[in-house]
C-alpha cells in the first residue's frame, strides 16, 4: 500500500512538471469571460485543500515529518514557491512554518481581491459594459464561485460584514487570526472581550454594544470618517499612546500594507507615525477610465493608479513622490526595506511630529534617510547575491566568489558595483545561472550546519564515553581500540552506514579521552572550591601512600555543608615531590587553597592517620595549620586507633597466632600443596577449599584468616599428616585449638566493630557510641569469663563441649587477660570511653532531650533559638525520617545561629576511610602497564559524587569530528 501511494506521488510530480504557470499574474484581470487566465490543473488553486491531501499522502506513505518539506519542494509552484523561498534558512526544513508561510500569503492574495473589488472605481465611463466585465472578474477572483458553494459564498460575505461592523480596535485584533467562517470570528469577539471584561455576562453585554448605531460626526470628520477603519484606529490611539507604545503594539501584529487615498500633509505624517506603509496596488488598462456618477461611500479612492506594485523603494525622494499619489487600498506582505525605512522615520519623526504636522514647509519624510539594516530581496539575485543570518540580521554574500559584504552593502547600488567590478564575465548570464549557484550555497551552508550538529553531538559522546572510562578505572584506549569499532560493526550490521559513519565521528583517541578526562575531573573541582567558597566552612582529613610507580600520592578529602545535607568529596591527589614530611605535605595543602581562594579560618577541623609527619607539635601539618587558625580541631583516625588498640595480646596468643601463619605459609606458598588441598577439600566435601592469608596492612585479615583455618582444621590436620609436617601436631593439642578458637571468635568481633566505623556520612556521635558500646561489652565478656561461662565466643563454647575432658582452667585464665588487656588499650586510645561524652554537645545528637538543651554550651539567644526548634512539631517529624545532618542542615535555613553550630559540630571527620578507599581505587588506575599516567584527574571522576557539568565544558570548546 505504502509503495502505491509513493508511486502514485511520483506520478503526480511528473504531471505537474509539464504545466505551465499562465502568463498572466495571479489576480490580473483579463478582458472577456470573467475569469483569469491561470491553470485550471495547477494544485494550487485552493493551497488549503492540496496541503491537506499532501499529508494524507504523507501518511500514507509513511514519511518522517522531517522529510515532508523535502518531498513537497518538488510540488511547489508560483506564489507558493516565492512564501517558501521568502522562509529563512533554518526554517525550510520545518514543515509546519512552510505550510504556515504559504496559507498565510494566500490569505493576504485573498484580502487584496476583496479590496479590489470593494474599492474598484473608475473616473470616465467608455463601455459600460467592460466596466461591469472588470467587475465581474474582481469579483469572481474575490469569491471564485467556481470552487465555493453558495453557502461558502453567502459565509464569506457575512463574514466580510461582520469583521466591517466591529471597532477598529477589535478589528486590528481579529484580522491577523485569519478566521475562515463566522463562528471562527464570533469565537475571537468573545475570547478578546472576556480577557478584557474578565465574566461572560459582561462579555455578552459589551458585545451587543458593539453594534449600536454609531453616533453622527460633523462635517469636519466626513473625510476621516469614510476612511479604512483600521487606519482610523491606529490614528485615533496614536494620539492616546506613546510612540515607542504604538511601535511595539505595530511589531506584535503581522505586518501590513495599506495603498493610501490623497492625502494632506497632516494626514500624510499621521500615517507614518501608526506606521502604515504605502505602496502602489497595479489595476488593469482594460478600457478607458470613467468618472463614477455616484461612487460607493465606502470607497476613498479619488484618482486610480496604473503603475506596477513595487515591493522596494530605494530612493526616499521616489517614496515621498508616489506616496500622495496612491489611490487603492490593499494588504500586501510587507518588504522588508520599506518596513526598515519607515521605522527609521518614525524614530526621526517622533519627537517633533505635531509641531511638523502643523507647518506648511516641506513635508518631513523627505529629509530623512535610509534606514542602515535592509532586508534581502529577490532581485538582487541578478546582481549574484543571496543572503546569510546573523545576529539576526540579513548579511549579502556573493554566490559567485562567497564573498560577505556588511551589513550596510544591502543595496542595488553597492551591490551591483560589486558585481561589475568582480564578476563583469557573468553579466549576461540567465537568470538561471545565478539560481543554481544560490541552490548551491544554500546546500553548502545547510551541509555546514548539519556537520556542526554532528560535531556537536560527537563532542558530547566523547565527553560520556571519557566519563565511563574514568567511572570504570579503564585505559584511555579502550574506546578507540574496542568500544567504537564494536559500536560501528552493530550499527552497521543492524542500522545503515550512515548511523556507523556518524559513530565513526566520534573523537576517542587516547590523548582526546585524557583532555576529556581533565576537563571534566577540573570541572568537579571546580564545584566543590565553589561550594566550600558559599558555606565559608569546611573540614578535612588527608593521608599519603605510595603507588606502584614510587611515586607518593598525597589525597586530601572534604567534607562541606551543602545545601540540604554535608557534601564529602576529594578535594585533590597529587604526588610529593620529594620527601613526605610535614612541611611539604603543608607546603601543597597551602599552595592549593591560596590558587583556589579558599582560607584557613574557614577550616574546622583535620582528621589524618596519626603519622608524626601529620601530628608533630612543631613543624608538621597539623601544627603548622594551627599557626594559620587556632580554633583548627585534630582527629586521630577512629580505624587506626582501633587497630592499635587490637594489636597487644599476650605472648600465648602471639605465638598461636605465628603458629597459624605458618602453617597457612606452608599450604599457599607452594602451588602443588594449595592444588592437594583443594583437591582434599573438594574430597571431603568442605564448606571452603582454600585458606587465607594473613596480611598485617590489611585491618580485617586476622581474623578472616583465623576464622578460616578453624573451620578447615580437620582438612588441614589430616593434609599436613599426609605430607609429614610437624605443624600437624598443633591441631592435636586441645588447648591450642581452643585458643585458635578463641582468636577466631574476638577477632571476628573486632572486625564487626571496624567495618560499622566504615563508610560514608558517619559523624562524631555515631562513631563514638559505637566504641563506648564495645568497651562495655569488653567488661561484660571479664565478668562472664571469671564465672566460667564462655557463651560470648561460640566457637570457644563449642569445642570445649565436644572435648569436655580436658582441662580448660588455663584456657580461660588466658581469655580473660586478653580481655583486661584489651579492655585498657581501649581506655587509652579512646579517653571519652571511661571520661564520657562532652555533655555539651549532646543537644547536637539528641535535641529534643530537655536535659541536653538545659546543658548546651550555647549562649542565651541560641538557648531560645533551640526551644523553638524543640517546640516545632514538624521539625520533631522531620528529625525521625532524615539523617542527623539532613535535620540540622533544614534547621539552619531556618535557625541560621543554631543550625550553624550543629553543624560545625557534625562537620569532623573521624575516620580517614575515604583516603584509605582510594588507595583501592588508586591500585586499579595506575598499574604496570599504566605507570607513567597522571594520576589525579582519572582518580576524582573516579570516586566522585558530583557529576561534571558537560554542557558548560563544551560551550568553551570548539566541536570537532576529528581525534
Avoid at 506521488?9 to 484581470?29: A, I, M, N, R, S
Avoid at 493551497?47 to 518538488?74: D, I, M, N, T, Y
Avoid at 573521624?910 to 589525579?936: A, M, P
Amino acid at each position: 500500500m505504502e509503495e502505491r501511494w509513493e508511486m502514485q506521488w511520483q506520478q503526480f510530480l511528473k504531471t505537474l512538471e509539464g504545466v505551465q504557470p499562465g502568463e498572466v499574474q495571479p489576480g490580473e484581470v483579463q478582458p472577456g469571460d470573467g475569469k483569469s487566465q491561470t491553470s485550471e490543473a495547477s494544485p494550487w488553486e485552493d493551497p488549503k485543500v492540496f496541503l491537506a491531501s499532501f499529508e494524507q499522502v504523507a501518511h500514507a506513505c509513511r514519511w518522517p515529518r522531517g522529510e515532508w518539506v523535502a518531498h513537497l519542494l518538488p510540488a511547489l509552484c508560483g506564489e507558493a514557491k516565492e512564501a517558501f523561498q521568502k522562509l529563512e534558512i533554518r526554517e525550510r526544513d520545518n514543515y509546519e512554518k512552510v505550510k504556515d508561510a504559504i496559507l498565510k500569503g494566500e490569505a493576504v492574495k485573498t484580502e487584496a481581491q476583496r479590496q479590489r473589488f470593494r474599492q474598484f472605481c473608475c473616473q470616465e465611463v467608455g463601455d459600460p459594459q467592460i466596466v461591469y466585465k472588470q467587475i465581474k472578474e474582481l469579483c469572481h477572483q474575490w469569491l471564485k464561485p467556481e470552487r465555493h458553494t453558495k453557502e461558502q459564498v453567502l459565509e464569506l460575505l457575512i463574514l466580510e460584514q461582520f469583521l466591517a461592523s466591529l471597532p477598529p480596535e477589535l478589528r486590528s485584533w481579529i484580522q491577523p487570526r485569519r478566521p475562515d467562517t463566522c463562528s471562527q470570528a464570533v469565537a475571537l469577539v468573545e475570547d478578546f472581550l472576556r480577557s478584557q471584561q474578565g465574566t461572560r455576562s459582561e462579555a455578552r453585554q459589551a458585545l451587543s454594544s458593539l453594534f449600536q448605531e454609531p453616533p453622527k460626526e460633523g462635517p469636519t470628520n466626513s473625510k476621516r470618517a469614510e476612511k479604512e477603519p483600521l487606519v482610523t484606529m491606529k490614528r485615533e490611539n496614536a494620539k492616546k499612546e506613546p510612540l515607542e507604545a504604538v511601535k511595539r503594539k505595530n511589531a506584535e501584529k503581522e505586518p501590513l500594507v495599506v495603498v493610501k487615498t490623497e492625502n494632506t500633509e497632516e494626514e500624510h505624517l499621521e500615517a507614518v507615525k501608526t506606521e502604515n506603509i504605502e505602496v502602489e496596488i497595479s489595476m488593469p488598462a482594460a478600457g478607458p477610465r470613467i468618472e463614477s456618477p455616484d461612487p460607493p461611500s465606502s470607497s476613498p479612492p479619488s484618482e486610480m493608479v496604473q503603475t506596477p506594485l513595487k515591493e522596494e523603494v530605494t530612493d526616499p525622494k521616489e517614496r515621498d513622490a508616489c506616496l500622495p499619489a496612491a489611490g487603492v487600498k490593499s494588504v500586501q506582505p510587507v518588504p522588508g526595506r520599506m518596513e526598515e525605512d519607515l521605522q527609521l522615520q518614525q524614530r526621526n519623526v517622533g519627537s517633533s511630529m505635531q509641531k511638523e504636522s502643523d507647518s506648511t514647509t516641506e513635508p518631513p519624510l523627505k529629509k530623512l534617510k535610509p534606514a542602515p539594516n535592509r532586508k534581502y530581496s529577490e532581485d538582487y539575485l541578478k546582481f549574484g547575491f543571496y543572503f546569510m543570518e546573523e545576529n539576526d540580521q540579513q548579511i549579502p554574500v556573493c554566490v559567485i566568489c562567497n564573498q560577505v559584504l556588511s551589513k550596510h552593502s544591502m543595496k542595488p547600488s553597492l551591490l551591483q558595483r560589486h558585481f561589475t567590478t568582480k564578476h563583469k564575465e557573468h553579466t549576461v548570464k540567465p537568470i538561471e545561472f545565478f539560481v543554481k549557484k544560490r541552490d548551491e550555497f544554500i546546500k553548502q551552508r545547510a551541509t555546514s550546519v548539519l556537520s556542526t550538529n554532528i560535531s556537536k553531538k560527537c563532542l558530547e559522546a566523547s565527553y560520556e564515553l571519557s566519563l565511563i572510562a574514568a567511572k570504570q578505572n579503564k585505559p584511555h584506549t579502550i574506546f578507540e581500540e574496542v568500544v567504537v569499532p564494536s559500536a560501528i560493526e552493530i550499527a552497521s550490521i543492524l542500522f545503515d552506514e550512515k548511523m556507523a559513519d556518524a559513530i565513526r565521528n566520534i573523537p576517542c583517541s587516547d590523548n582526546t579521552v585524557q583532555r576529556r578526562i581533565q576537563d571534566m575531573a577540573t570541572d568537579v573541582i571546580q564545584q566543590v572550591v565553589e561550594k566550600i567558597t558559599a558555606a565559608e566552612k569546611f573540614a578535612f582529613q588527608l593521608d599519603e601512600s605510595t603507588d606502584i610507580a614510587g611515586n607518593a600520592q598525597l589525597i586530601v578529602f572534604v567534607r562541606v555543608p551543602d545545601s540540604d545535607n554535608i557534601l564529602e568529596h576529594i578535594l585533590f591527589c597529587r604526588p610529593l615531590p620529594g620527601k613526605t614530611t610535614g612541611e611539604e605535605i603543608f607546603t601543597m595543602i597551602d599552595n592549593f587553597f591560596n590558587k583556589h581562594g579558599i582560607l584557613w579560618t574557614w577550616c574546622v577541623a583535620i582528621c589524618s592517620d596519626g603519622a608524626a609527619a601529620l601530628t608533630g607539635r612543631a613543624s608538621d601539618v597539623i601544627a603548622q595549620a594551627k599557626t594559620r587558625n587556632s580554633s583548627i580541631v585534630s582527629n586521630h583516625c577512629i580505624l587506626h586507633r582501633h587497630v592499635l588498640a587490637s594489636k597487644q595480646m599476650s605472648p600465648v596468643f602471639h605465638e598461636i597466632l605465628e603458629d597459624a601463619t605458618k602453617i597457612i605459609n606452608c599450604i599457599k606458598s607452594r602451588p602443588l600443596n594449595g592444588r592437594l588441598f583443594r583437591q582434599l577439600c573438594k574430597d571431603l566435601d568442605s564448606e571452603h577449599s582454600t585458606l587465607l592469608f594473613h596480611i598485617e596492612a590489611r585491618w580485617l585479615s586476622k581474623g578472616e584468616t583465623l576464622s578460616r583455618l578453624f573451620e578447615l582444621r580437620d582438612e588441614t590436620h589430616q593434609f599436613l599428616a599426609n605430607i609429614s609436617s610437624p605443624l600437624a601436631e598443633k591441631f592435636e593439642n586441645v588447648s591450642w585449638v581452643s585458643c585458635l578458637a578463641y582468636l577466631a571468635d574476638i577477632f571476628k568481633k573486632l572486625n564487626e566493630l571496624n567495618q560499622s566505623l566504615q563508610g560514608h556520612g558517619h559523624n562524631v556521635f555515631v562513631m563514638e557510641d559505637k566504641v563506648c558500646a564495645f568497651y562495655k561489652k569488653i567488661s561484660l565478656w571479664i565478668g562472664q569469663v571469671q564465672k566460667g561461662n564462655v557463651a560470648s565466643f561460640p566457637s570457644v563454647s563449642d569445642f570445649i563441649e565436644l572435648n569436655s575432658a580436658a582441662d580448660t582452667e588455663d584456657i580461660k585464665t588466658a581469655i580473660k587477660n586478653h580481655l583486661d588487656n584489651l579492655h585498657t588499650e581501649f581506655a587509652l586510645y579512646f579517653p571519652f570511653v571511661s571520661r564520657g561524652c562532652d555533655t555539651g554537645i549532646h543537644w547536637v545528637a539528641s535535641p529534643f532531650i530537655m536535659d541536653n538543651v538545659v546543658n548546651a554550651d550555647l549562649s542565651s539567644p541560641e538557648q531560645e533559638a533551640l526551644m523553638e526548634v524543640i517546640s516545632n512539631r514538624s521539625l520533631k517529624e522531620l528529625f525521625n525520617e532524615k539523617t542527623l545532618t539532613e535535620f540540622w542542615s533544614q534547621v539552619a535555613k531556618r535557625y541560621p545561629k543554631v543550625g550553624g553550630k550543629a553543624i560545625a559540630a557534625l562537620l569532623p571527620f573521624c575516620s580517614t576511610y575515604l583516603c584509605e578507599k582510594v588507595f583501592s581505587s588508586l591500585k586499579c588506575i595506575r598499574t604496570k602497564e599504566r605507570n607513567c599516567l597522571q594520576l589525579e584527574s582519572d582518580l576524582v571522576l573516579s570516586v566522585s559524587t558530583l557529576q561534571p557539568r558537560v554542557q558548560r565544558i563544551m560551550s568553551e570548546k570548539q566541536a570537532q569530528v576529528s581525534h
